[in-house]
């Protein structure tokens, strides 16, 4: 059976234009995904879906990790988790972690449900919601990699649909005029995409599989603009070391995608 392509390895020339785009890449942190692509372009919003536990939440902290180790500014919107157990996580990846938030390298913006400024229903206002994001924003001019995970918790802890675009297309608006690369993780995977969907740069679908009696991870690069994925379908691992990448095997071609994808 014919492996699948590389880009570095079968298709030399379109490599090179590619990577002579005049972009300036982002290594988002998967490991193994610099074999496939040579990153994804700098002040990109990349929308993260996937069902519960499908690694959105380790991703975003590789994401925000990798900037640190790169000497970077970075923020973590929390709407979901609280500060306590995103600590928790980055402390199991990573034996520095609660130092870097100490040291405020790893800035955590807390939108989440013990979030003080929450009503007593916990449901936060679109205007409030805003200008605490923005103050610590305006604090991190060089800001360069924001994380908002999720936008359904947001969703849900607003008071309705339209306060929801709202908010996020100010959102983007924001990491856009920054510069900022900026992850967005959203529950599930539609059967119709809908608005943040189209106003993403590029769409990751993390999904997990049974085929047979295997329980498959996969990375799906669903859409991007200016960097297509060949293969498409990787097969993704989550370790101590966190998310990794990898061609599918064969024997695991998800036939099961064929209604989703
Ligand atoms: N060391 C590990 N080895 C294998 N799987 C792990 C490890 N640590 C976490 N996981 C898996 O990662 C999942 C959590 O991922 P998370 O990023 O919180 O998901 P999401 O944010 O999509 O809900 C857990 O459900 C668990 O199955
Ligand atoms: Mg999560």
């Not at 996937?50 to 923020?75: A, H």
């Not at 400024?117 to 360069?144: F, H, Q, R, W």
């Not at 608005?195 to 769409?203: K, S």
Request: aromatic content about 8%; charged content about 30%.
């Amino acid at each position: 059976m014919k492996k699948s392509k590389r880009i570095h390895e079968l298709e030399p020339e379109y490599e090179k234009a590619l990577r002579s785009k005049n972009i300036e890449w982002v290594d988002i942190g998967v490991k193994g995904l610099d074999s496939f692509i040579p990153g994804l372009p700098k002040g990109d919003a990349i929308l993260v879906r996937g069902e519960p536990g499908t690694g959105k939440t380790i991703m975003c902290l590789q994401f925000m990790y990798k900037g640190i180790e790169n000497g970077e500014t970075v923020v973590y919107i929390t709407t979901e988790e609280t500060p306590q157990t995103i600590m928790r996580t980055g402390a199991e990846l990573w034996e520095d972690f609660p130092q870097l938030v100490e040291q405020k390298r790893f800035v955590i913006i807390n939108l989440s449900i013990d979030a003080s400024y929450a009503s007593e229903y916990s449901l936060i206002n679109k205007g409030e919601a805003m200008a605490i994001i923005l103050k610590v924003l305006e604090t991190l001019p060089d800001v360069s990699r924001i994380v908002v995970d999720s936008l359904s918790a947001l969703e849900r802890r607003l008071a309705d649909q339209s306060e929801f675009r709202e908010v996020f297309m100010k959102l983007l608006l924001e990491t856009k005029k920054r510069g900022a690369t900026t992850i967005l993780t959203a529950e599930g995977i539609p059967p119709r995409p809908d608005i943040t969907e189209y106003l993403v740069d590029h769409l990751i679908y993390l999904d997990y599989q049974k085929h047979d009696v295997i329980w498959t991870r996969v990375f799906v690069l669903r859409k991007s603009r200016s960097v297509p994925l060949k293969p498409q379908i990787l097969k993704l691992n989550i370790e101590t070391e966190g998310l990794s990448v990898e061609e599918i095997p064969i024997s695991l071609k998800p036939v099961w995608f064929a209604s989703k994808l």
